[in-house]
């Protein structure tokens, strides 16, 4: 039976996209005390990672209470590990990677942060001709930040606040290194657009609008289903020949975001890139022009 859209509440938006989620942080084993030495002359990191999902976690893990505050204000104190993680998370980068940016470099891209918390990480399309190496993810990430000095003089507001950004990792695997970070690319969550503005926020209103309307390939959606953060989409052409599954990311501030395609074929789901080069943008993969991955 075909599943008609029905115009969200404003209670249900408000709860949506406009509240943080009570989410707890994805469980992560990896911790800046597994890593900690007391000799801090490179190489600070030695562990060979041989899992993709193990190095993200790990460098999040370490990264955690890492605490670059000067100039900021928040907390009543030193915060967390102040600044000492950020040279071992550096250790975590491609050889490659760390010649294009530099420890100081690294350092001051996280000016303004006093805490972090991964969470969510999902593997991501890759596209055909990846090298076998390579492998991307969707991160997310929340951090806690506060005013600058300047901005407490002039508008007089302290407190601690808390940010958000999603964003896409591609990792690499090396025989003798295991698996490194080769690039992290992030943007920042609005949690004062949607529901106001678009429809390409909600899975229910993208699917029916791109994969009908644009491309013409369904009639009906048949089903949404939501498994924690993951929301599929699964719809089909009129005499349900063609069958789809589109499976989505629920954000912190309430959007939607594509991460998979998927046609039924010999009995099973197959993923595949139905997305065309202008839409790219609504979907969260290398081939986003977004995250520069090249």
């Known amino acids: 039976?075909?599943?008609?859209?029905?115009?969200?509440?404003?209670?249900?938006?408000?709860?949506?996209?406009?509240?943080?989620?009570?989410?707890?942080?994805?469980?992560?084993?990896?911790?800046?005390?597994?890593?900690?030495?007391?000799?801090?002359?490179?190489?600070?990191?030695?562990?060979?990672?041989?899992?993709s999902e193990d190095v993200i976690k790990a460098f999040f893990g370490i990264l955690k209470n890492a605490s670059n505050m000067e100039d900021y204000l928040g907390g009543c104190g030193s915060i967390g590990d102040t600044m000492n993680p950020y040279a071992y998370a550096y250790e975590l980068y491609t050889q490659d990677a760390r010649q294009e940016m530099s420890l100081e470099s690294f350092k001051d891209s996280f000016q303004g942060i006093g805490h972090i918390n991964l969470l969510k990480l999902y593997p991501?399309?890759?596209?055909?001709?990846?090298?076998?190496?390579?492998?991307?993810?969707?991160?997310?990430?929340?951090?806690i930040t506060g005013p600058t000095e300047k901005d407490q003089m002039a508008y007089d507001r302290g407190g601690s606040y808390f940010v958000y950004y999603y964003g896409l990792i591609a990792v690499e695997y090396d025989q003798n290194e295991g698996w490194k970070i080769r690039s992290i690319y992030y943007l920042p969550e609005d949690f004062l657009c949607a529901p106001d503005h678009g429809w390409s926020y909600a899975a229910e209103y993208l699917v029916p609008i791109v994969y009908e309307e644009w491309y013409q390939l369904i009639d009906q959606i048949d089903n949404m289903v939501q498994n924690g953060n993951l929301v599929s989409v699964y719809a089909s052409n009129e005499d349900k020949s063609r069958r789809y599954k589109f499976d989505f990311v629920r954000l912190t501030n309430g959007y939607d975001i594509l991460l998979h395609e998927n046609i039924w074929n010999k009995g099973r789901w197959e993923e595949i890139n139905i997305m065309r080069d202008e839409g790219q943008r609504l979907k969260l993969s290398p081939l986003n022009p977004n995250f520069m991955t090249a």
């Open 1 to 51: 039976m075909k599943i008609r859209l029905k115009q969200l509440s404003l209670q249900d938006d408000n709860e949506r996209y406009r509240r943080p989620s009570k989410q707890l942080p994805l469980p992560n084993e990896f911790t800046f005390q597994n890593f900690a030495i007391d000799d801090t002359e490179p190489s600070l990191i030695t562990d060979v990672f041989n899992d």
């Open 124 to 143: 991501v399309y890759i596209p055909p001709g990846t090298p076998e190496n390579i492998r991307y993810y969707m991160f997310e990430i929340e951090i």
